[in-house]
């Protein structure tokens, strides 16, 4: 299966045409998208009628309800996280307290006073988060994880190191490589900025990013 992951369109119709059109270069199998759709219903309707898979991210927990009525009752119930057997597609992090599960139940977890930095970091930037987001991975056994929010493209890798040891590195170019499993005793593990195909704050190139889950090969795009 070959997947084409982008996120926070924030109301960039010209976003979502741009990846459809590259990814259709690239015979992908399914879209993924990571959430921040924005306020414009008609973005929200063109994710629902190609039948695209979403995870919801804080626009969509602060506003879902100000959608109509039929989009909304979509919305709601966006999973916080979609899971592959080696890959986990979030919005900020795969690391999501265990009662959010749904775009509603993130909105009631928000209402005991829980800081929106909290539920949705910015992995690129909070060095705590990242390492919990790892913890995570490491807890599901699974490779990687491909998140959004962050507006920015890049790879933080947790790899061997050819002792049995793992170290991290951090990469932010468009590149194609390959994920690579590490030994069993030291797996690596990826955390993914899939960039922004509406608004990115790293170049004026929209992002999305490939994975081919057969080959575990990806592939970082830049419009």
């Given at each position: 299966m070959?997947?084409a992951?982008f996120?926070?369109l924030?109301?960039?119709?010209?976003?979502?045409?741009?990846?459809?059109?590259?990814?259709a270069?690239?015979?992908?199998?399914?879209?993924?998208?990571?959430?921040?759709?924005?306020?414009d219903?008609?973005?929200?309707?063109?994710?629902q009628?190609?039948?695209?898979a979403?995870?919801?991210g804080n626009?969509e927990?602060?506003?879902?309800q100000?959608?109509p009525?039929?989009l909304?009752?979509w919305?709601?119930d966006?999973?916080?996280?979609?899971?592959?057997?080696?890959?986990?597609?979030?919005?900020?992090?795969?690391?999501?307290p265990?009662?959010?599960?749904?775009?509603a139940?993130?909105?009631?977890y928000?209402?005991?006073?829980?800081?929106w930095?909290?539920?949705?970091?910015?992995?690129?930037?909070?060095e705590q988060?990242r390492?919990?987001?790892?913890?995570?991975?490491d807890?599901?056994?699974?490779?990687v994880a491909?998140?959004?929010?962050?507006?920015?493209q890049?790879m933080?890798?947790?790899?061997?190191?050819?002792?049995?040891?793992?170290r991290?590195?951090?990469f932010?170019?468009?590149t194609?490589?390959?994920?690579?499993?590490g030994l069993?005793?030291?797996?690596?593990?990826?955390?993914?900025?899939?960039g922004?195909?509406?608004a990115?704050?790293?170049?004026?190139?929209?992002?999305?990013?490939?994975?081919?889950?057969?080959?575990?090969?990806?592939?970082?795009?830049?419009l």
């Open positions: 070959r997947f992951i996120s926070d924030h109301d960039n119709q010209t976003g979502l045409t741009a990846v459809l059109a590259d990814a270069q690239w015979q992908v199998d399914s879209f993924v998208y990571l959430g921040d759709v924005g306020r219903p008609q973005l929200f309707l063109a994710l009628e190609r039948g695209i979403c995870t919801f626009w927990v602060s506003g879902w100000r959608l009525a039929a909304a009752t919305v709601r966006w999973p916080a996280v979609i899971r592959r057997p080696q890959a986990i597609f979030c919005h900020a992090t795969p690391d999501m265990p009662p959010v599960i749904s775009t139940t993130a909105e009631a928000m209402q005991n006073n829980l800081s930095h909290a539920l949705f970091p910015r992995l690129h930037r909070n988060a390492w919990e987001a790892f913890a995570a991975l807890a599901a056994g699974v490779q491909f998140h959004g929010h962050t507006h920015i890049d933080w890798a947790w790899t061997d190191d050819g002792q049995g040891q793992r991290l590195r951090n932010r170019e468009p194609e490589f390959a994920l690579e499993p069993p005793t030291a797996p690596n593990r990826y955390l993914i900025g899939v922004s195909a509406g990115p704050d790293d170049g004026p190139q929209l992002r999305y990013a490939i994975y081919d889950e057969t080959t575990a090969q990806v592939w970082l795009r830049r």
